[in-house]
């Protein structure tokens, strides 16, 4: 019926194909799909993508759009392009593989949706990509859930109210910048050069992996039962590994299950910044009593400012030959005005050996029912450091 396969059909081609299939008076009409079509096509969507876009050949694309395909290619040299306000639909169990030197475009306020029953793997090597803002990225289920994985060292983004709900998101670019997000039951990760800002977090794991710079400012983050999946593994809320510099900043997270942050194998490089600051951590429980704040692993990291934490299993836990700097507003008359470690339910800070802050000064580390607010696991055949813990607040009623 697409005589030229364009992807649209026009009035010709529409006339010349359903004055063969007329059917006369003295006849019984018969369904003819020599093809067995009808399991990927149907009348709902106006614009159905079907096959591959080879090189030199360029998919313009709006409005109401179905993907029946279980692969498609798009070719080095050949383009596709979603306008704005685009709502794409994936019908069957799909690969979209757009391959380096493509092009890939989706306009503003596109939203793509899984409706498959079936995960779908979205993969971006294309040299030129652009994404506009308000683009969603949707599955029904985090069982079927929608990958989304765009690689590419060359490309910079920034975008405005991306959604992502039930998605693997993996953004492998040079630069991305992130604002007003808004992500439920998925994985984000968000560039080697990444800033995610004023962004709301729905059991979801952030991630900067290998990232040169990696920045978290202005975001929540929570766990609402009634939605997460049963096989929704995420327990952290932001995990950064391996990357030489980051910070956190002005962030509420509460909810999770191992670890507020998690900071692994990072922030080594001592002219890098190594910061969290200004953030509320609470409520990281688990059945085994090991929820933490704030996880630290073989890495360098200064926590200071007016981070709260509490009422979690563990507040900070220092590992394995981690440096790391607690260190308060020396000026705070209460402890609302400096950093507050408090009431978590087995210590405050535990440390092992190797791993105790090397400045640990000007904080409010209290708990009126527990007496061991700092906690630190030696090598008993090493030689005992000097530990130090002066000026800092340690509640009413401790007795040191």
Not at 9 to 36: Q, V, Y
Not at 100 to 115: D, H, K, L, R
Not at 272 to 286: A, F, R, V, Y
Not at 354 to 359: M, S, T
Request: net charge negative; proline share 2%.
């Amino acid at each position: 019926m697409d005589v030229d396969s364009d992807n649209y059909i026009n009035i010709g081609e529409s006339w010349n194909w359903t004055s063969t299939k007329e059917t006369l008076s003295s006849e019984t009409p018969l369904l003819n799909d020599l093809g067995n079509i009808k399991i990927s096509t149907g009348l709902d969507y106006p614009t159905l993508l079907h096959q591959m876009i080879n090189s030199g050949e360029l998919g313009n694309y709006r409005g109401l759009i179905g993907i029946s395909t279980n692969y498609l290619y798009i070719y080095g040299g050949g383009e596709i392009r979603f306008h704005d306000n685009s709502q794409i639909y994936i019908l069957n169990q799909s690969i979209i593989f757009s391959m380096p030197g493509s092009t890939f475009s989706m306009g503003n306020n596109v939203t793509v949706e899984n409706i498959s029953a079936l995960g779908i793997e979205i993969f971006i090597y294309a040299n030129d990509f652009s994404i506009g803002d308000g683009v969603s990225f949707i599955s029904d289920s985090y069982e079927n859930f929608l990958q989304v994985m765009v690689v590419s060292p060359i490309i910079s983004l920034s975008v405005n109210e991306f959604n992502a709900v039930n998605c693997n998101i993996s953004f492998e670019i040079d630069r991305g910048t992130f604002d007003n997000a808004n992500i439920t039951n998925s994985l984000f990760y968000s560039g080697y050069h990444a800033i995610v800002k004023n962004s709301t977090f729905v059991n979801t794991l952030i991630s900067g992996s290998e990232a040169a710079d990696f920045h978290v400012s202005n975001c929540s983050f929570n766990v609402v039962p009634e939605i997460l999946s049963s096989n929704n593994t995420i327990s952290s809320a932001i995990k950064v590994a391996n990357s030489q510099s980051f910070e956190i900043s002005n962030c509420t997270i509460s909810g999770y299950l191992n670890n507020g942050i998690h900071i692994i194998e990072s922030g080594q490089n001592t002219n890098e910044e190594k910061l969290i600051t200004n953030c509320d951590i609470s409520n990281i429980h688990n059945d085994n009593y090991d929820g933490k704040g704030i996880r630290i692993y073989n890495s360098n990291v200064d926590l200071s400012g007016l981070n709260n934490i509490y009422n979690n299993d563990f507040g900070v836990v220092s590992l394995n030959n981690s440096e790391v700097s607690i260190y308060g507003i020396r000026s705070a008359d209460y402890v609302n005005e400096t950093q507050q470690i408090h009431d978590n339910t087995e210590n405050q800070v535990y440390a092992t050996d190797g791993a105790f802050p090397y400045e640990f000064r000007f904080n409010a580390i209290y708990d009126d029912d527990n007496t061991c607010l700092v906690k630190y696991i030696d090598d008993p055949q090493g030689i005992p450091p000097s530990l130090d813990v002066s000026y800092n607040y340690w509640g009413s009623s401790f007795d040191p």
